[in-house]
């Protein structure tokens, strides 16, 4: 049985579970008095940040300058990363279905092996974990390494201790989503080889009686029993990241849309370094994040098209009713079935999808870099129009 891609699959599921145990963000071991204990500590936990963090009982550089539009920004950010760790880390508790999921990756991979014979390429499904794992160590990283940095160049520990946490479980998260993306990724990849091989065991079998054919024919409808397998496997991943994705996307939105804006107000105001390259090293890793599944699907996309091709392009023995029957079974069953992975039916995963995003983060940015460059000229002519008033006009001196 070929189950190798499997357990790379399982093995890379586990270090990312291991992870989220070492960090507390869910219970080793899935008892109801352990879940109730988790959520409680994280509810007390996001209760405690955000009540430090409203009172602002800490030193920010446009604190001092009066930058309501700053302030009002802050606050979203944090409202933002406080309800993304607290969608994603109750749903983690209460609402795993990785283990169903997981049952019909191996159930899928056993069908296409012992069924058809086609053997799955271990060594690209490898290739593709591992690239998702670099991918996440290099994350967290490169997180840790700027909290840190920045860490020894502010006073604000419990801030930036606090916003790494609730960093990780985002990230995590994420690549779990991009972990399930890959693992689809490559069963596209397998199906596509062996529904190409089935076609050619056919054309070359031409020249033969029809008994020896049937087998290619029983290959297409096991293909056709895939496929279905394959698109309940992607609902139930819909399904399982659907909250999840939803806040996700929100914050990534807010995230790519706010660090440019504090990049350019510290550079006016303070020109804050380890503030700037905060910002700018964020933007780049999360655009990064968003690059990778929106890679995985539009693949997947384009593998379907494949697969469906390989059967329209059949043109032996077109007269067999049986060989018509099944190919037309094939055809309809894909036509009618897209491979599309939505967000809670608000957005696809896709490449369209990361230039609608950058649109709408670069108009969101100027928009916030016009209000603040409005606001702040608006609080400098006041407060000159205020010492003028207050100047006696013969001596200059103040009345």
């Known amino acids: 049985m070929c189950d190798v891609p499997v357990k790379q699959h399982n093995s890379a ?4 579970r291991l992870l989220m145990c070492l960090t507390l963000i869910v219970p080793p071991r899935p008892h109801r008095q352990l879940r109730l204990l988790y959520t409680g500590s994280m509810v007390v936990y996001l209760c405690l940040i955000s009540r430090w963090r409203i009172a602002f009982n800490y030193h ?3 604190d001092r300058l009066n930058d309501t539009v700053s302030y009002v920004l802050d606050l979203l950010n944090f409202v933002a990363l406080t309800v993304s760790h607290f969608v994603i880390s109750f749903q983690l508790i209460w609402q795993s279905r990785s283990s169903r999921i997981e ?3 191996s159930h899928i991979q056993n069908v296409l092996y012992e069924k058809i014979g086609h053997k799955v390429n271990a060594a690209r499904s490898r290739l593709i974990t591992n690239r998702v794992f670099r991918l996440l160590l290099f994350r967290i990283l490169i997180l840790l390494g700027l909290t840190v940095y920045n860490n020894t160049s502010s006073n604000e520990s419990l801030l930036l201790i606090a916003n790494f946490y609730s960093q990780v479980v985002l990230i995590l998260r994420c690549s779990e989503f991009a972990l399930h993306s890959a693992l689809v990724l490559t069963i596209y990849q397998e199906m596509y080889e062996a529904a190409s091989a089935v076609i050619s065991r056919l054309e070359s079998s031409r020249c033969h009686t029809w008994s020896p054919r049937r087998l290619p024919l029983k290959h297409i409808a096991c293909l056709q029993q895939l496929h279905l397998l394959l698109w309940n496997l992607q609902r139930d991943i819909e399904k399982y990241f659907e909250r999840a994705l939803i806040v996700l996307m929100l914050k990534f939105f807010i995230d790519t849309s706010v660090h440019p804006y504090w990049a350019y107000v510290n550079r006016i105001q303070t020109n804050n370094v380890p503030m700037q390259i ?7 890793l999360i655009l990064l994040e968003m690059c990778v599944p929106c890679w995985f699907w ?3 996309d384009q593998l379907q098209r494949k697969f469906r091709a390989v059967f329209h392009g059949v043109s032996v023995d077109r007269r067999n009713e049986q060989l018509n029957t099944a190919l037309l079974r094939v055809s309809a069953q894909l036509g009618q079935e897209s491979c599309e ?11 369209n999808l990361l230039g609608k995003f950058l649109f709408g983060v670069v108009s969101y940015t100027l928009i916030c870099i016009q209000f603040w460059i409005t606001y702040t000229t608006k609080m400098r002519l006041e407060a000159e129009t205020g010492a003028g008033v207050n100047q006696d006009p013969l001596n200059g001196t103040t009345i």
């Not at 809670?344 to 995963?349: D, K, Q, R, V």
């Open 60 to 62: 920010v550089d446009y």
């Open 298 to 300: 539009t693949r997947c």
């Open 103 to 105: 049952a019909q990756f």
């Open 278 to 284: 905060w910002c700018a090293t964020e933007e780049l």
């Open 13 to 16: 599921l586990r270090f990312i």
């Open 341 to 351: 992975f939505t967000v809670g039916g608000l957005l696809t995963i896709n490449n």
